[in-house]
């Protein structure tokens, strides 16, 4: 076996890791938004059925598919003027970065060296570097917007392609517990059985972006979406007993 020089630096063809999106990319705003359409109308429809009366599937089928519509418009409203705002943000700012560094090149410069020493470069180094940024505008703009408020003027999030995602995830998770109503089920039972499944798959699955066990991610979510329901349903047990 070859023995590497300590004194020479590593080939950078021989790093082979790659790390993922740690924000979760699309992963993560897919798995949560089922999960929350799953959890909320899990615990819709349990709530339901312990306040109606037993084998009266009716009101369970009506409240699910309330469940699923309300929720899911509801996210995909929020989620589009939530990412809206957050880009016409970062648009604002990234404009008042571009009209600094065109009026201001030498300040804008000093404060980027600056930042890069912060980090450990030496000044000569980071008054060199900060200058070769700035030899194009764009990319000056650019740099100071990652540097300055960690945002990437080339891929700030669609609103649209989030409002569709987040309404499709709900939807999707919240007819997992709906699902069995609508083929016939008259008893919780088989929404009971499916759900814990949806339920511990979407734990599983989060546990990919993070450094959890997927059995330890599943099982934590099994239990706070199935306590959710259980607490749900002695809810409406105890309403729909006082009401009669």
């Known amino acids: 076996m070859t023995q590497s020089d300590p004194k020479r630096p590593p080939d950078a063809r021989q790093i082979q890791h790659e790390h ?6 699309w992963l993560r705003p897919a798995v949560f938004g089922a999960m929350d359409g799953l ?8 709530g339901v059925v312990g306040g109606s009366t037993a084998g009266d599937s009716q009101p369970v089928v009506l409240a699910g598919l309330a469940g699923l519509a309300a929720g899911a418009f509801s996210m995909a409203a929020g989620e589009y003027t939530s990412v809206a705002s957050q880009s016409e943000f970062a648009k604002a700012q990234i404009a008042i970065e571009r009209t600094e560094i065109a009026h201001n090149p030498g300040g804008e410069m000093a404060e980027l060296a600056a930042m ?8 000569r180094l980071a008054a060199e ?13 650019r740099v100071h917007a990652r540097e300055e408020f960690g945002v990437d003027a080339d891929e700030l999030a669609s609103p649209q392609l989030a409002a569709v995602s987040s309404f ?5 998770g919240a007819l997992v ?21 949806g339920l511990f798959a979407c734990g599983a699955v989060v546990t990919t972006v993070t450094q ?6 599943g099982v934590r979510q099994l239990v706070l979406g199935g306590g959710a329901a259980a607490l749900t349903y002695a809810i409406g047990s105890a309403v729909g007993v006082g009401l009669g």
């Open 20 to 25: 993922p999106d740690v924000t979760g990319g």
């Open 39 to 46: 959890v909320s109308n899990f615990a819709l429809i349990a």
């Open 116 to 123: 890069y020493v912060a980090k450990g470069i030496t000044p």
């Open 129 to 141: 570097v900060a200058e070769q940024v700035h030899t194009d505008p764009d990319n000056a703009v």
């Open 168 to 172: 499709v995830a709900f939807a999707v």
């Open 177 to 197: 517990p709906l699902l069995p109503y609508l083929l016939g089920a008259s008893s919780l039972l088989p929404a009971v059985l499916l759900s814990l499944i």
């Open 212 to 217: 959890r066990s997927w059995w330890y991610g």
